[in-house]
Structures are given as C-alpha cells and as structure tokens.
Nanobody, 120 residues
Framework: QLQASGGGLVQAGGSLRLSCAAS????????MGWFRQAPGKDREFVAA????????YYADSVKGRFTISRDNAKNTVYLQMNSLEPDDAAVYYC???????????????WGQGTLVTVSS
C-alpha cells in the first residue's frame, strides 16, 4: 500500500527528495511518518505530518534540514532532505497511521524502504 522511492547516493551537503505513494482512497485521513534505520542501529523517527498537513514534527537530528510535506490529491508524502550528512545514511521508511505521533507503534502500515547513501 505504501511505495517509497527517491533514495540514492549523494555527497555530503547534497539533497534528495523521497516520495511515498499510497494506494487507496483514504490517504487523506491518515497521518504519515518517515523513519530510518542505519546498519546496526534501531529504526528511528525522522518526521511526521498530520492528515491535513497542518502539523509537522521532526527529530532534533534533522530539524532545519529536512521538510516533510504531503499532497493528498496525489496520495503522496514527501521528505525533502537538504544538507545531508554521513549520519543520515540509512534505509528510509514511510508509514501510515491513524494518529500523528513519533513512535513506530503509531503507524501500523509501512512501506518497503528506500536506501539513502551519503558519501563524505
């Protein structure tokens, strides 16, 4: 139901935009989140956006560099990532949930992940 894309290899300081396309007619009723998991580390929260897009929340580590947005007409949520750092390298997952939150258990539906690699 969720298809993430846009990952790739980028140099430190560069930018990428991730997309997550959702199937179904009820996308606009759900909050969306982005999480990431680096090798050997736990999956961590990155950003979240409420169902209308009026509220957003970011992990401290990405605040000011990443921007989450959504286009409900296209059933898509985006993660614009600027000033990328080597520590941002991870598999990025989008997730859908009934409630806006920062924990994984707030999102019962997950995409397959897209890999972001940042070279120093």
């Amino acid at each position: 139901q969720l298809q993430a894309s846009g990952g790739g290899l980028v140099q430190a300081g560069g930018s990428l935009r991730l997309s997550c396309a959702a199937s179904g007619l009820t996308f606009s009723s759900y909050a969306m989140g982005w999480f990431r998991q680096a090798p050997g580390k736990d999956r961590e929260f990155v950003a979240a956006i409420s169902w209308r897009g009026g509220s957003t929340y970011y992990a401290d580590s990405v605040k000011g560099r990443f921007t989450i947005s959504r286009d409900n007409a296209k059933n898509t949520v985006y993660l614009q990532m600027n000033s990328l750092e080597p520590d941002d390298a991870a598999v990025y997952y989008c997730a859908k949930g009934a409630h806006y939150g920062t924990t994984q258990n707030a999102y019962p539906t997950w995409g397959q992940g897209t890999l972001v690699t940042v070279s120093s």
